[in-house]
T-cell receptor, first 117, second 115 residues
Framework: GAVVSQHPSRVICKSGTSVKIECRSL??????MFWYRQFPKQSLMLMAT?????????EQGVEKDKFLINHASLTLSTLTVTSAHPEDSSFYIC?????????????FGQGTRLTVV | AQSVTQLDSHVSVSEGTPVLLRCNYS??????LFWYVQHPNKGLQLLLK??????LVKGINGFEAEFKKSETSFHLTKPSAHMSDAAEYFC?????????????FGSGTQLTVLP
């Protein structure tokens, strides 16, 4: 099946620094990728939709200046958490759908556990 | 519009007994439905999918689900639970292929398997 690779799987950073998370579709092209945040014992919360070659679409309540999304190619989207604070600590997951529509399902990355100290 | 309701936040079964995780959906179009499993600190893995073909869908690890349009349900079952099945399970509704609309997730069901 299709594979989405997300890195890093785990990162610890100091408060005030920025962290970049990469999401790659390894064997298919994804016009659209999605970034989710997941709090403990909860479902996934969509943060933003990343569109190749254009600006990301952010969900209500998500700060676009804090969570910078870049989708520079059909196989790579990045999420940068800027000036991270402890409350940004969470599990972040990306997903992608095949642009051809050959697969209806979304494929998920392995997730990134961010801890801000 | 679409929505998903997972009727149980927690399900506990004994090893070797059947598993039933319930999911009801609503959708204004013919939906694609999925079950994903998530182990701690991991991403989501696809268990099975329904895309308007056979209503009884078989997935990985012995799981299956039946699409019942009249009941708007897509319950996940497994005849015999294994310890490794303990995880969080999400029922998901997807818009049609090519749509830019987002997935809709259920709230999740935590499955505990007792020895």
């Amino acid at each position: 099946g299709a594979v989405v690779s997300q890195h890093p799987s785990r990162v610890i950073c100091k408060s005030g620094t920025s962290v970049k998370i990469e999401c790659r579709s390894l064997d298919f092209q994804a016009t659209t990728m999605f970034w989710y945040r997941q709090f403990p014992k909860q479902s996934l919360m969509l943060m933003a939709t990343s569109n190749e070659g254009s600006k990301a679409t952010y969900e209500q309540g998500v700060e676009k200046d804090k969570f910078l999304i870049n989708h520079a190619s059909l196989t790579l989207s990045t999420l940068t958490v800027t000036s991270a604070h402890p409350e940004d600590s969470s599990f972040y997951i990306c997903s992608a759908r095949d642009r051809t529509g050959a697969n209806t399902e979304a494929f998920f990355g392995q997730g990134t556990r961010l801890t801000v100290v | 519009a679409q929505s998903v309701t997972q009727l149980d936040s927690h399900v506990s079964v004994s090893e070797g007994t059947p598993v039933l995780l319930r999911c009801n959906y609503s959708s204004s179009y013919s939906p694609s439905l999925f079950w994903y499993v998530q182990h701690p600190n991991k991403g989501l893995q696809l268990l099975l999918k329904y895309t308007s073909a056979a209503t009884l869908v078989k997935g990985i690890n012995g799981f299956e689900a039946e699409f019942k349009k009249s009941e708007t349900s897509f319950h996940l079952t497994k005849p015999s639970a294994h310890m490794s099945d303990a995880a969080e399970y999400f029922c998901v509704v997807s818009p049609p292929p090519g749509s830019a609309r987002q997935l809709t997730f259920g709230s999740g069901t935590q499955l505990t398997v007792l020895p």
